[in-house]
């Protein structure tokens, strides 16, 4: 490129990725944001990719997902010929995203789900949507084909009558054959579940996401929603990465803007304020609810605060 910014006259605009962006990264005053701005090295046109690639690593993300962040900002100067650090990459085709409306999309689901409750069995289902939460999960752990589907059956029913809609955590079969709303998949069961089936079947489809890389995969399939964590420390599940933060899923938020998004990971009333603000507007909980002295008070409240700033958005 003719009009190519000089690596030495762009050096301390490159840095800048990691003091503008520590914030961000969930590392704001940690001295690892120092750091990284002795580490940066240039030498050659791809200078943003290497510059932003060092910096998100010492800024905790994990290599894949420092890799994909760095190449959006090589393309974003590409595309534009300038750099400006205030940017952090997110737009969709800077990461590679098909543009919308897409022919093999599954069907919509609304794009404020609101209080989202993943429950352990048809009970829970049925109480909380007695309770009026709007979007219920139903996470049933068990290896007994027989008991899947009755549980499922069960759960399905128990949101007949409510406006309560009802997705299956894992078992899309029983999903299918009971006439749930909807499947949420993990980014382990992706690859063995069979997605056009779901699609064809009518099935809502949410998936789970843990940061850029896995954002990425799950639109790949353009599923009806996005589910983004965990935000916050959790101990019902073991992650494979850190809690990624509101500061990250602010930044998540603004790339998966096209989807209805789903915060999820050791989320309750003490910090849902936060996540709220990230821009995502549905929430989910898990032991907030079913560890509550009053789960039907706790849905009221958390339902109340998701639309207190839905009115102010």
Not at 147 to 169: C, H, K, P, S
Not at 193 to 209: E, F, K, V
Not at 271 to 290: E, F, K, P, T, W
């Amino acid at each position: 490129m003719s009009n190519l910014l000089t690596v030495e006259r762009h050096e301390a605009k490159v840095k800048a990725i990691v003091t503008a962006h520590s914030a961000l990264a969930l590392n704001a005053g940690d001295s690892r944001v120092s750091d990284a701005t002795r580490m940066v090295e240039f030498s050659s046109e791809a200078a943003v990719y290497r510059a932003a690639k060092q910096a998100c690593l010492t800024l905790g993300f994990i290599e894949i997902d420092a890799e994909c962040i760095a190449h959006a900002w090589q393309h974003l100067f590409e595309r534009t010929g300038q750099f400006n650090a205030e940017d952090w990459p997110d737009q969709a085709s800077d990461f590679g995203m098909r543009p919308w409306p897409r022919s093999d999309a599954f069907a919509a689901c609304p794009k404020k789900l609101g209080l989202y409750a993943v429950l352990p069995d048809a009970a829970w289902v049925a109480r909380m949507a007695r309770a009026g939460v709007p979007t219920l999960q139903l996470r049933f752990k068990s290896d007994n084909v027989h008991a899947i589907e009755q549980e499922v059956r069960a759960a399905v029913q128990a949101v007949q009558g409510t406006d309560a809609l009802l997705f299956i955590n894992d078992h899309w079969q029983a999903a299918i054959a009971a006439g749930a709303y909807g499947v949420h998949l993990g980014q382990e069961d992706m690859a063995d579940a069979d997605l056009q089936t779901i699609r064809t079947a009518g099935l809502r489809l949410g998936l789970s996401s843990h940061g850029y890389v896995e954002m990425l995969r799950a639109d790949a399939f353009s599923p009806s929603y996005i589910a983004m964590g965990a935000v916050f420390p959790t101990t019902l599940k073991r992650m494979l990465t850190a809690p990624q933060g509101t500061g990250r899923l602010h930044a998540y938020a603004r790339l998966m803007r096209d989807y209805p998004l789903v915060a999820i990971g050791g989320i309750d009333s003490r910090n849902m304020q936060d996540v709220l603000a990230s821009g995502v507007c549905s929430v989910a909980v898990v032991r907030a609810l079913v560890a509550a002295e009053n789960p039907e008070e706790m849905a009221a409240s958390l339902q109340a605060a998701i639309n207190a700033n839905s009115y102010s958005d």
